[in-house]
C-alpha cells in the first residue's frame, strides 16, 4: 500500500538559512499534519491542513510557514534557521473516511550547523 | 485539553516475557487513543487504535491494549516479547477525528535474549 512520502529524508543547513520540506499524503487523504521531534523528544505538533486549509495550529514559529497544495501535498517552508530548529520533521495524513487515524511518513532529519 | 504520561522511560524484558507499557491519559472528552512504535530512524508506525469501540484492541505484531475509563489507562500489552519488539512505543491522544495528536514521552523497550 502507499505510504506518506517526504524529501528529503536528510537536511543539512547552515544557521539563518532556509529550508523546504515536502510532503505527499496517502492518495486520496485530504489532510496533512505536521509534526517536530526534538532529539530524544517526543513528537510535537507543528501545524494541520485539510482540504488546502490551515485546520489547526501548534506550537510553530513564526519563521515557519506552511501550505497545502491543490494535489493535496504539502510544503513546510522554514527561515533563519536556528540550531535549536534540529529536528526530525513527520508529516502524517489522514482520510476522510478514517479521519481519526494518522499514518506518518519516514520524517526529514533536519541537522542545523 | 489533553496529556498523556507514560510511566517508565526504559523498559527492559527477557525474550519471551511480558511487555507491559503504561499509559495514562487525560481528556476533557471521550478520547481517541493510540499506540505508535518507533524503530530506530524510522517513522512512527501505527499498531493500534482506540475509538470508542470495543475496550479491549488488538493491533499488529501481537499487541493488545484495554481502555480503562475508571482508570483513565490505555495499558499496551504483549504476552511474550520478541528481539524484534525493541524499540520506542509512544502513546497518543487526540480529542476528535482530524484534531492533532499529544504525545507522552515514550518507552523505550529493551528486549535481552
Known amino acids: 500500500a502507499a505510504g506518506v512520502i517526504q524529501s528529503p529524508r536528510h537536511l543539512i543547513k547552515e544557521k539563518r538559512e532556509t529550508a523546504t520540506l515536502k510532503c505527499y499524503p496517502i492518495?486520496?487523504?485530504?489532510?496533512v499534519y505536521w509534526y517536530q521531534q526534538g532529539p530524544g523528544q517526543d513528537p510535537q505538533f507543528l501545524i494541520s491542513?485539510?482540504?488546502?486549509?490551515?485546520?489547526d495550529k501548534g506550537s510553530i514559529p513564526d519563521r515557519f510557514s506552511a501550505q497545502q497544495f491543490s494535489d493535496y501535498h504539502s510544503e513546510l517552508n522554514m527561515s533563519s534557521l536556528e540550531l535549536g530548529d534540529s529536528a526530525l520533521y513527520f508529516c502524517?495524513?489522514?482520510?476522510?473516511?478514517?479521519?481519526?487515524?494518522?499514518?506518518f511518513g519516514p520524517g526529514t532529519r533536519l541537522l542545523v550547523l | 485539553a489533553q496529556s498523556v504520561t507514560q510511566l517508565g522511560s526504559h523498559v527492559s524484558v527477557s525474550e519471551g516475557a511480558l511487555v507491559l507499557l503504561r499509559c495514562n491519559y487525560s481528556s476533557s472528552v471521550p478520547p481517541y487513543l493510540f499506540w505508535y512504535v518507533q524503530y530506530p530512524n524510522q517513522g512512527l508506525q501505527l499498531l493500534l487504535k482506540y475509538t470508542s469501540a470495543a475496550t479491549l484492541v488488538k493491533g499488529i505484531n501481537g499487541f493488545e491494549a484495554e481502555f480503562k475509563k475508571s482508570e483513565t489507562s490505555f495499558h499496551l500489552t504483549k504476552p511474550s516479547a520478541h528481539m524484534s519488539d525493541a524499540a520506542e512505543y509512544f502513546c497518543?491522544?487526540?480529542?476528535?477525528?482530524?484534531?492533532?495528536?499529544?504525545f507522552g514521552g515514550g518507552t523505550r523497550v529493551l528486549v535481552k535474549p
Open positions: 492518495p486520496r487523504h485530504d489532510t
Open positions: 491542513f485539510y482540504e488546502k486549509m490551515q485546520s
Open positions: 497518543a491522544v487526540s480529542l476528535a477525528a482530524g484534531n492533532k495528536l499529544t
Open positions: 502524517a495524513s489522514s482520510s476522510g473516511e478514517n479521519q481519526e487515524t494518522q499514518y
